[in-house]
């Protein structure tokens, strides 16, 4: 039988490469996204291929993507919470509206999206659920504090929920990406940084160079979307996949360095060799 995948923020980056990956392969893939008429060329013209509106922050765009999917496939094998985006800079200078959108989509949106499929799961007594966090789900770099703790938040839930359904024939996988070159570091970022507070300013312009840098050299999304094919497929009880060459090394050292050390390196990878580190 045809396995069926639905995919948030499936409009560019990995959520997109994941959609091409699954349908290259013979999979079934609603591809939801929050402007399916901002993205135009994302449909394809094929009854495998299903595009509609999901906004993480609107639980009616859920509930109603979640039913097109169900009334056009029949059921639903893997459910991957994607949509996401970064907001970076000094916590003092992040307003309440911005602290608010980034818990509302990478947290509250994600959990939406679980609640929503989990009955679904049960009922068929199967069913996959992966999460995307970020190797920033278990370590972190300065100024993502906010980011980092919605990630952080991410990873808390999804291995915890793992005990929960498991005896459900449920499976919750955890993906990890490191550096990826996605609208992730331009398009989709929020940044917040009032240069009136001047004692941030020299870290805050090293840290942002650092960064345009690893997102530069960051790798393709094609390497997370064959981590989510392998983590789909995955009939263990696995839950952590980390996705890409930094993840790995970086998750590596993290687990292996003590954490006075551990900071060093990440002070000396962020600020190089300027007296902030
Ligand atoms: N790129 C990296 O280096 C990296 C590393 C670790 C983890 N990640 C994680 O990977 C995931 C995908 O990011 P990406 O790198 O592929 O970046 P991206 O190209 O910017 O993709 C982000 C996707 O999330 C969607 N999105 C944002 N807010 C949404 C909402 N309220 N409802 C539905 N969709 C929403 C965006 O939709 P629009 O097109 O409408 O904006 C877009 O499709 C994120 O969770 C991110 O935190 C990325």
């Keep these: 039988m045809t396995k069926t995948i639905l995919i948030t923020g499936a409009s560019t980056g990995i959520g997109q490469a994941t959609a091409e990956w699954f349908f290259e392969r013979g999979w079934n893939v609603a591809a939801t996204m929050r402007s399916p008429e901002s993205h135009p060329a994302a449909d394809r013209s094929d009854s495998r291929w299903l595009t509609c509106r999901l906004d993480v922050t609107d639980p009616k765009s859920i509930a109603s993507a979640l039913q097109e999917a169900l009334s056009r496939y029949g059921r639903i ?65 300065p100024l993502y504090s906010l980011y980092h703790a919605t990630k952080w938040a991410v990873e808390g839930l999804s291995e915890s929920l793992q005990f929960e359904v498991r005896p459900l024939n449920i499976r919750v996988k955890i993906i990890e990406p490191g550096p990826i070159r996605t609208d992730f570091y331009d398009r989709s970022a929020d940044f917040c940084h009032n240069r009136g507070f001047t004692e941030y300013n020299e870290l805050v312009d090293q840290a942002v160079r650092t960064y345009q840098k690893a997102g530069e050299h960051g790798q393709p999304p094609e390497v997370v979307a064959r981590v989510i094919w392998k983590a789909a497929r995955d009939r263990s009880w696995k839950l952590r996949y980390p996705a890409g060459r930094d993840a790995r090394i970086l998750l590596t050292l993290r687990s292996l360095l003590p954490n006075r050390l551990y900071q060093a390196v990440v002070r000396s990878q962020v600020f190089g060799r300027t007296r902030l580190r």
């Design 77 to 141: 094998d893997v459910w991957v919470n994607n949509a996401g985006y970064g907001l970076s800079g000094t916590l003092e200078s992040a307003t309440e509206q911005q602290i608010q959108r980034q818990f509302d989509t990478n947290v509250f949106g994600l959990i939406r999206c679980t609640q929503a499929i989990l009955p679904h799961f049960r009922n068929q007594k199967s069913g996959t659920l992966i999460n995307v966090s970020s190797m920033g789900g278990r370590l972190t770099f």
